[in-house]
């Protein structure tokens, strides 16, 4: 989160069936910090706005997370940034 210290979340669905709750949200960001790439390398700070769509999953047990998985799309992002061959964001 150092590549994007200022964000906001909103949550656009929310669905809760018994101990299962799902949501899905939108993450805007401007990148103002270094982003570590896969391989370790940090990208500079872009100064690039991003909006990029997500989804989570939460399964609780006696009152805690048991279960949490989170997607968000990773192409997206990598578009907004500038990391993607023109043709490929498009």
Same mark, same amino acid.
């Given at each position: 989160?150092?590549?994007?210290? $200022?964000?906001?979340v909103?949550?656009?669905?929310?669905? $809760?069936?018994?101990?299962?709750?799902?949501?899905e949200?939108?993450?805007? &960001?401007?990148?103002?910090?270094?982003?570590?790439?896969?391989?370790?390398?940090?990208?500079?700070?872009t =100064?690039?706005?991003? $909006?990029?769509?997500?989804? $989570?999953?939460?399964?609780?047990?006696d009152e805690?997370?048991?279960?949490?998985?989170?997607?968000?799309?990773?192409?997206?992002?990598?578009?907004?940034? =500038?990391?993607?061959?023109?043709? &490929?964001?498009?």
């Amino acid at each position: 989160m150092a590549a994007f210290p $200022e964000r906001t979340v909103t949550m656009d669905v929310i669905v $809760e069936q018994g101990d299962t709750i799902a949501d899905e949200f939108t993450w805007v &960001a401007v990148n103002s910090g270094p982003l570590v790439m896969p391989d370790g390398t940090e990208l500079p700070p872009t =100064g690039k706005r991003v $909006e990029v769509k997500g989804m $989570e999953l939460l399964q609780m047990r006696d009152e805690k997370i048991a279960v949490h998985h989170m997607y968000w799309d990773n192409m997206a992002l990598a578009g907004q940034l =500038g990391l993607l061959p023109d043709s &490929a964001s498009t």
